[in-house]
């Protein structure tokens, strides 16, 4: 295990020692780390937190966020080589299943191991050894949002909790949150352009490279959805009382086009009732999963058509206005979503398949570690009721994702400067905030067709944007509506 750390440390992270810092030498592939972090940024206040949860005499259970699918394997790698080379993680089982066998040399515990696995962490974190489990349910790969958490972490620590108090050992049990946060050095523009121009050619798209970055990011989010509501029947068409259809309108087209997707499918595959659309959806694809299977092998392709709406349904959620409808798009932002693209609709072939599972970043990168305050087991909530422990789940799980948000927020204030600098005007909210202005004013000029440069008319239109029948209606207004 302490091998494979420094591989992972010199193949993977940071680049060969002493070459790495050789101008030009630095840039050859086998020579910078694939995932092009020049620089960890991990404070020794932060170190020495981590160190104080993290050790022989206590029983943790360390809580990382996702932001990016690859490289938080190898971050989770370097945690472990840094402070707990003996320490567990937690990993889908589909990954521990396909990973190369040298790396399930490095602890791995499956996620559809049941009780077993439970047991099993909860013994190796009391050995003091610590176990590492990325906690956030529904990933969507975004780099400024802690998603809902599931309950496994609090579930876990209780339990070694409980033992704790049942041997008298004396033994502290820790959750311990774990923020990174990866930032490009310099512009990578070119490399965002040809990553474009990578999807545009896969999805057979039209080009728009004489577009600036944000400008053909934008063209072609719109001209995937539009693609993507064509192909399951859905269309937008006029309507005097709705704001919906203008093509300035990207995130509402959007929230109305997944919410038609859950509506339908809800309809017809019974489930139980959650108050989040993540939950449905993951809710939905099980149920449409055991319908499938309960129906037989001759059946089962009865029920393709369904599974890839429920697919299109979660890869909706990843690009959504609460997360990306900020007056700045960052390189990062743009970076993550291409990457999410990239694997949910350009998966076949050998080099798509090598790319999403280790994906290729633009330049060099700092990552920003942080440790938020480790969070305290109490012994006497561990031990109570059913009802008490329950409660306190839920209560460690809001504290545990409070302050991973809280300390996330912290750290892009304090490189905001760094990443607005290479940052675009973000043409998602530009749209929306002036076609707000149109309606305010009354105004009635209908959108340019044009591929003019990005300080055109605000309501101009990306080359291929719309479909035929959105063309049509220009900046009008319309309502959604199921093609028959």
Known sequence: MSLLGILNRWFLLYG??????????????????????CRLDFPASDRARFRDAVNEKTAAFLGPNHPEFGLDWMMDKEISTLFAPRMASWAAHGIVASAPWFWTKNNLVANNGGEAAKNYSVAWALRGH???????????????????LF????????????????????RAVFIVPI????????????????????????LSLECNDGLGVAERFYALQANILAGQMRRFDFELVSDPNSFLGSDTNFFLR???????????????YPIKPSDSIDRTIARLKRAITQARADAGADRAAAFTHDLAKIDEASRLGG???????????????????????????????????????LPTPYGPRVAHVRVPEPIVIDPARACGDEAERATYVDELIEQTRERMQRTLDAINREIAAEVDSLSHANPFVERQESQRRDDESSASKPCRMDS????????RIPRGVLSESEKDSQCSKSRVRTAP
């Open 452 to 459: 003019g440069t990005r300080n055109a008319d605000p309501c």
């Open 151 to 170: 309950h496994g972490i609090a579930d876990m620590a209780i339990e070694a909790a409980r033992c704790v108090r049942a041997n008298g050992s004396g």
């Open 179 to 202: 923020v990174w946060k990866y930032r490009y050095t310099r512009d990578v523009s070119a490399s965002i352009h040809r990553e474009l121009a990578t999807i545009e050619r896969g």
């Open 254 to 268: 959007q929230d109305a086009f997944r919410m038609h997707l859950v509506d339908d499918l809800a309809s017809r």
């Open 16 to 37: 060969l020692p002493g070459l790495r810092r050789v101008p030009f030498v630095r840039e050859l592939p086998l020579v910078r780390g694939h995932f092009r972090i």
């Open 130 to 148: 610590g176990v590492l489990l990325h906690p956030e349910g529904s990933v969507h790969w975004t780099a400024d949002r802690i998603h809902r």
């Open 319 to 357: 690009f959504i206005r609460d997360v990306y409808g900020t007056p700045l798009l960052t390189q990062e932002q743009i970076f993550e979503s291409l990457k999410r693209l990239r694997s949910t609709l350009l998966n076949r072939g050998l080099i798509n398949a090598l790319h999403n599972y």
